[in-house]
Nanobody
Framework: QVQLAESGGGLVQAGTSLRLACATS????????IGWFRQAPGKEREFVAA????????YYAESVKGRFAVSRDGAKNTVYLQMNSLKPEDTAVYLC????????????????WGQGTQVTVSS
């Protein structure tokens, strides 16, 4: 199994920045990539960004491209999501997850999940 723990969420104003962290542990040798998803109340879980376990490839949803940046610190086994120019529509619970084979936007294709961290952006 792989364990994931998100941190860094909070209440911020629109236009500001926040950095989320996803600490990983366990059988990480089976991980192909780490992804970030978000889920707002009453909405489906949405792909945000992902980074390959090697850190060499990154993926972004169109809605966050140019504002968010995903990265991985191999020494700390931690993946970060730097979120800039935040908008009220970015408000959601942000979750990190692992995939053993490929990066897709479909949540069902990701196997291990963290508990999530709340991000609230006020206007």
């Amino acid at each position: 199994q792989v364990q994931l723990a998100e941190s860094g969420g909070g209440l911020v104003q629109a236009g500001t920045s926040l950095r989320l962290a996803c600490a990983t542990s366990g059988r990480t040798f089976s991980v192909y990539a780490i992804g970030w998803f978000r889920q707002a109340p009453g909405k489906e879980r949405e792909f945000v960004a992902a980074v390959s376990w090697s850190g060499g490839a990154t993926y972004y949803a169109e809605s966050v491209k140019g504002r968010f940046a995903v990265s991985r610190d191999g020494a700390k086994n931690t993946v970060y999501l730097q979120m800039n120019s935040l908008k009220p529509e970015d408000t959601a619970v942000y979750l990190c997850a692992t995939t053993p084979v490929e990066v897709t936007i479909t949540p069902a294709n990701w196997d291990y999940w963290g508990q999530g961290t709340q991000v609230t952006v006020s206007s």
